[in-house]
């Protein structure tokens, strides 16, 4: 009788598929022209609550460790966030868009497409650009291309809204959702920890970045699933602006956030570089970084990732 229980648990807990693999799926939250000692000055109980159970690095460079041109400004910053490698590969060294090499190094959409075909994969942005020149292998793609400060807040909170209801009704395996709001602030009153703007923006992200993260934990698939989260942003800024600051460290220094189950908490001591959000989420998604692919970041942050 005994074992026949205990047979009958066993069988029960494999065929309701206890012993399965949870379902790795990957959110990057790309907030522009965010300081992170403005983003600790500013409340924020969604992100505070993401580092808790999460990690956190401080001072993510966003200029590469060997020479490379390259502005302090988004095209090659979001280019480095989105494509893995440094300007000297992907081209873009300022916000014109002449000469890059997209095709050679694309957006991590198509490493996810290459490896895994069959990973679903959506993109929202109110920074033209990304959705215009740099994004490619989206099954999804919610592009806007926002113009002024308050422009910017509404098309954020539209962008959220799209993302909440794709991430609700659809299933996709990674998302991207970038919101202009911050740089724009940063851009027309300052950017800095005693600039109130500047500070509500971010606020203001944080409770977007809230909905999409109650979205997920609401799938009615999440018990089964294991998310990696990661936000991160493009540079810094200081008095009304954030180009040539190669040499400014509140432009060039700026942070990294990485939450979910496969997450190792705790601040990350290394090191880490703008390139290292796609490392991270191809490693996550159990994708191998392939040679070929010359990527120049690493996993961070991961439990699997460690040496
Ligand atoms: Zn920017």
């Known amino acids: ?23 790795k799926k990957v959110l990057f939250i790309g907030t522009d022209g965010t300081r992170w000692d403005a983003l600790e000055a500013a409340q924020t109980p969604h992100l505070d609550a993401l580092i808790a159970q999460g990690a956190l690095s401080v001072g993510t460079e966003i200029i590469a460790p060997r020479e490379t041109k390259g502005d302090t400004v988004s095209g090659p910053g979001w280019s480095n966030l989105l494509c893995g490698v440094w300007p000297d590969k992907h081209g873009s060294v300022d916000n014109a868009f002449k000469g890059t090499h997209y095709a050679e190094f694309p957006h991590f959409f198509a490493r996810i497409k290459e490896a895994r075909p069959t990973l679903q994969t959506a993109s929202f942005s109110d920074w033209g650009p990304i959705s215009t020149k740099i994004l490619s292998h989206a099954d999804e793609s919610v592009g806007e291309d926002a113009h002024g400060h308050a422009a910017y807040v509404e098309a954020d909170a539209r962008l959220t809204k799209a993302c909440v209801a794709h991430i609700r009704e659809k299933n996709p395996d990674a998302v ?30 944080d409770g977007l970045i809230g909905e999409v993260v109650a979205a997920i934990k609401a799938r009615p698939t999440f018990a089964e699933e294991d998310w990696l989260i990661l936000i991160g942003t493009d540079h810094g800024g200081v008095g009304t602006g954030h180009g040539g600051g190669r040499q400014i460290p509140e432009i060039r220094r700026t942070f990294m956030i990485l939450n979910g189950p496969s997450v190792m908490p705790g601040k990350i001591e290394e090191q880490t570089y703008q390139v290292d959000i796609v490392a991270s989420a191809l490693t996550h998604l159990g994708i191998a970084l392939k040679p070929e692919w010359k990527l120049d970041g690493r996993a961070v942050g991961l439990k699997t990732a460690k040496p």
């Open 1 to 23: 009788m005994m074992f026949r229980a205990l047979a009958v648990i066993v069988f029960g807990l494999i065929s309701t598929g206890w012993s399965a693999e949870p379902v």
């Open 176 to 205: 991207m959702l970038y919101l202009g709001q911050v740089d724009e602030t940063g851009h027309a009153k300052g950017f800095h920890p005693k600039v109130p703007e500047y500070i509500a923006a971010i606020e203001r992200v």
